[in-house]
């Protein structure tokens, strides 16, 4: 899937190009939340661009994240700045307008403050409200560093207040059937309440036609991974990207690290879809119908299905599930994020071998409604023990290795698929010529210093 484009670059005034080359700066944007009339982008470029010309930096570039919550996401994690973090050598500065519109947690703050004393940048928020810029440099001393985790902490207590008033807001909504906001159930669309009051959720002719064809796929026996292979084909969207439009915000984002114009239908996404009391034009919250005070469905309008047309659609779901659906737990696997499949570069999971101690790392392409040209497997004992001995090998440490130590240290092992054929070689271990090892160098470095 192409990535998208993160480098918009900004207009820098011929002024600046002339004489001595000032340090490079990158304009950081960020808002939670995006409608037509929004004007804080705007703002924040006005904030930004009186910053530089206060301190004598040349904006080179924008890194814009609109519709992304500082709240639920680090810097390191978000669409478009991540991959700037990730390329220091680029500028010199980053720029914010205001903390918040950087961290709005005081852990995410200290992150920020080490990787700019790391990688020797500094970070620079616009702080309108005072007279000059809060400028914090690799340098920077502990007067500072307070302030900065001051304004991080004030940012951080006024987002969890902010989240406590929505939901004892969303609350209310949900008891009167009134949509309060958040992601559209997929196959409706918002409409004014009849109450006059509010907004509420009527079918959408075009996705709740949708709907009813992957309700009779389903009854004709088509398995889920065929269907969302089908819709992907037909370029129907998801509904996360569904609503990502109807908003006039952009498709797709990032995924397991992974960059994506738009989002796959997946077995997963659709059984969440088929799933959904929504379907029965129940309001939901956290997959489940709200009732109100006598017991009854709390309705959000018309329904797509009948509740006896919405039953056989999840015994039909069940029959094939065999009764193995059970709630998601966490993962406990060593390797899950750090080994990936070469023939579509997807992560690998675990699979457990009944009546074995062991189990197998496989290529789940298709659970992604993919095809992988050639889906790698590996015994989990093999797998996991060559990934520890390179990782001690490479860092010369005989510390214990877990999960969370591989992926903050970058580790990434690449998988080939096996050759057909074999003999008692086979048992003897894994072939080591399919797998690739490596590992952040900086931290290697880290870790032999």
Known sequence: MPKRSHRPALCTPSRWTSGERRPRALAALRLSCVTSVTTSPSRQRSVIQLSAEKLGFTLIAEASDLGVSARQTSPFERPSLSSWLRQPHEYEVVIWSHVDRAVRSVAHMAELIAWGREHTRTLVFGMPEDDHPLVVTPQADGSTIRRCMDLAHDAEREARTIS????????????????????????????????????????????????????????????????????????????????????????????????????????????????????????????????????????????????????????????????TRQPRSRTTALLTGVAHCSGCYGRMYFAARKGYPYGDYMCR???????????????????????????????????????ELLLDSGVRVIVAKGRCGGGPARLAGPDTSRLTFTLDERIGARQNS
């Not at 709200?290 to 509740?307: F, K, M, N």
């Not at 989990?380 to 510390?399: G, P, Q």
């Open 164 to 323: 406590a008033r929505l939901s004892s807001s969303h609350e209310a909504l949900r008891a009167t059937g009134r949509y309060g906001g958040g992601l559209i159930p997929f196959g409706y669309q918002k409409a004014p309440h009849p109450s006059g009051s509010g907004w509420c959720l009527t079918p959408d002719p075009e996705t709740a036609a949708v709907v009813r064809m992957i309700v009779e796929h389903v009854h004709a026996g088509q398995s889920l991974i065929t269907i969302a292979r089908e819709l992907n084909d037909s370029d129907v969207l998801v509904p996360r990207d569904c609503h990502a439009q109807r908003q006039g915000r952009p498709t797709g984002g990032l995924r397991h690290g992974r960059d994506f114009e738009r989002f796959q239908w997946t077995s997963g996404t659709l059984s969440k879809v088929l799933r959904s009391p929504s379907l029965m034009g129940h309001r939901t919250h956290g997959g489940k119908t709200v009732r109100d005070a006598t017991g009854a469905p709390v309705l959000i309008g018309q329904p797509l299905l009948s509740d006896e047309e919405f039953q056989a659609l999840q015994h039909a779901l069940d029959a094939r599930s065999n009764g």
């Open 365 to 403: 392409a298709t659970a992604r409604a993919e095809v992988c040209p050639a889906p790698a497997g590996m015994r989990s004992d093999w797998l996991e023990a060559y990934t520890v001995d390179r990782y001690r090998a490479a860092t010369a440490t005989d510390t214990a290795v877990s999960r």
